[in-house]
T-cell receptor, first 114, second 113 residues
Framework: DVKVTQSSRYLVKRTGEKVFLECVQD?????MFWYRQDPGLGLRLIYF???????EKGDIPEGYSVSREKKERFSLILESASTNQTSMYLC?????????????FGPGTRLTVL | AQSVTQLGSHVSVSEGALVLLRCNYS??????LFWYVQYPNQGLQLLLK??????LVKGINGFEAEFKKSETSFHLTKPSAHMSDAAEYFC???????????FGSGTQLTVLP
């Protein structure tokens, strides 16, 4: 069974803290994605990676950075957390065998910044 | 640029009634279209996808969607709603060469007993 796992389901941090969200996939997928999900806004792409050490900005990269040192792992970093980064964060991965490859999602991390 | 519009952020149906969730897209090239479902406190799960060929696509849990190019629509339907269908549904579009998806804002489906 294919799987995308995220390091935490719930996380509470304080303003100004550095926050790491980890995502691991076991499908040998080339592409990995980080989204944030907010009510009424759907999913918005923060960053994605198409290979180890390669990354591209999504629609809302400000305040975030990412790291992909190994193919199976993609990390989202909040350098200095702010209250407006309180959200649900979803990681996804997909292969490259065709243009209709769907994305597989992790369970999400609900981050609260106080 | 491509975008996805889901009409109706909340839809309520009675158990056993028809489910219709609307999705319209804008794209300068033929798109690849997806419907995902998100149950409470879970990630997204693929319901179905349109690639090329048959315009009526069947998915899991009795859902299907019809691609209508002339209307730039990809509406999701299910003939008879079940209580377990209560969830949030997202339409997404991918331009052929792109890796990323663009998601609609979601429709929360409530099924009334």
């Amino acid at each position: 069974d294919v799987k995308v796992t995220q390091s935490s389901r719930y996380l509470v941090k304080r303003t100004g803290e550095k926050v790491f969200l980890e995502c691991v996939q076991d499908m040998d997928h080339e592409n990995m994605f980080w989204y944030r999900q907010d009510p009424g806004l759907g999913l918005r792409l923060i960053y994605f990676s198409y290979d180890v050490k390669m990354k591209e900005k999504g629609d809302i990269p400000e305040g975030y950075s990412v790291s992909r040192e190994k193919k199976e792992r993609f990390s989202l970093i909040l350098e200095s957390a702010s209250t407006n980064q309180t959200s649900m964060y979803l990681c996804a991965s997909s292969g490259t065998s065709g243009p209709y490859n769907e994305q597989f999602f992790g369970p999400g991390t609900r981050l609260t910044v106080l | 640029a491509q975008s996805v519009t889901q009409l109706g952020s909340h839809v309520s149906v009675s158990e056993g009634a028809l489910v219709l969730l609307r999705c319209n897209y804008s794209s300068s090239v033929p798109p690849y279209l997806f419907w995902y479902v998100q149950y409470p406190n879970q990630g997204l799960q693929l319901l179905l996808k349109y690639t090329t060929g048959a315009t009526l696509v069947k998915g899991i849990n009795g859902f299907e969607a019809e691609f209508k190019k002339s209307e730039t629509s990809f509406h999701l339907t299910k003939p008879s709603a079940h209580m377990s269908d209560a969830a949030e549904y997202f339409c997404a579009v991918k331009k052929g060469s792109a890796r990323q998806l663009t998601f609609g804002s979601g429709t929360q489906l409530t099924v009334l007993p």
